[in-house]
């Protein structure tokens, strides 16, 4: 009878443990917010929590790419808006420079604005981006990863956007703005023509930097929605769902605590009869 009724004491307490091991638990995870304390909790959803938040850690880099890219295609496309204004300023100067009529006076007016602009075009060629380095690369272009599968540069170089054939834009308007203030009419023709080739030029440069807006938009908002994924998923498998955890941690202390009653009750029952 007295080892019976110790057998079951035993198993009373330590069932009770159990469940005052798991109301601990409970709270650890309210207190923290994080279900899992322990890669023993769940081994499975700890490998893949740690293969989500390297890939957050790569997503977040990537993003900074992206936006960094956003940026630069920005810039460039201003500065390449601006060219291809003072280029059709140009274009009228040259006209007006090409007309037998223009008189020597007003041709070294024209010569030195055509210069002026070139000097405006050099200083947009050596602009620096918002990182502090050059907005148009000098040598080669740095392509930057956006994703697992994008890898470009969002912005062409200096010589792709400020030389036509190898020579430069600012050159074609210096040699014009020359050959204006001489008087050299058949050199001021190639001038024209020239400068309609540079401004052609620069409506291919502003559509290609458009298009690399564009697949960088698209590329971030697939980087949003991808990393709203991800944190959704990691948060299922990581984060403690306070309503349902507090829930049942209320169930769980007040079974602890009846089964606690029953049993100080039975335990004293059970020595009185003992006693007697």
Known sequence: MINATGNRMTQEIQRQSRMAKRIADKQVQISTGKRLQRASDNPVATTRIADLARSQAND?????????????????????????????????????????????ADRGTIALELASLADEIDSMALAKAANDQPLFASGANMAIRFDDNSIFAPVPTRAEVFEVGGV?????????????????????????????????????????????????????????????????????????????????????????????????????????????
């Open 60 to 104: 977040t880099a990537r993003a900074a790419n992206i936006s960094l890219g956003i940026s630069l295609t920005s810039q460039a496309d201003v500065s390449l808006r601006q060219m291809s204004n003072l280029l059709a300023r140009a274009k009228e100067l040259t006209l007006a420079g090409a007309n037998a009529a223009t008189s020597a």
């Open 168 to 276: 430069s834009i600012t050159q074609t308007l210096r040699d014009t703005a020359t050959a204006i203030a001489a008087g050299n009419m058949a050199q001021v023709a190639a001038g024209n023509t020239a400068v309609d080739g540079a401004i052609n030029h620069a409506a291919d440069m502003i559509a290609a930097v458009g298009l690399n807006a564009a697949r960088l938009d698209r590329l971030n908002e697939n980087s949003a929605q991808r990393a709203i994924s991800t944190a959704e998923e990691r948060s299922s498998l990581e984060d403690t769902d306070l309503s349902a955890a507090i829930a049942e941690l209320n169930g769980m202390t007040l079974t602890l605590e009846a089964a606690q009653a029953a049993f100080a009750r039975i335990n004293r029952r059970t020595l009185m009869d003992f006693l007697s």
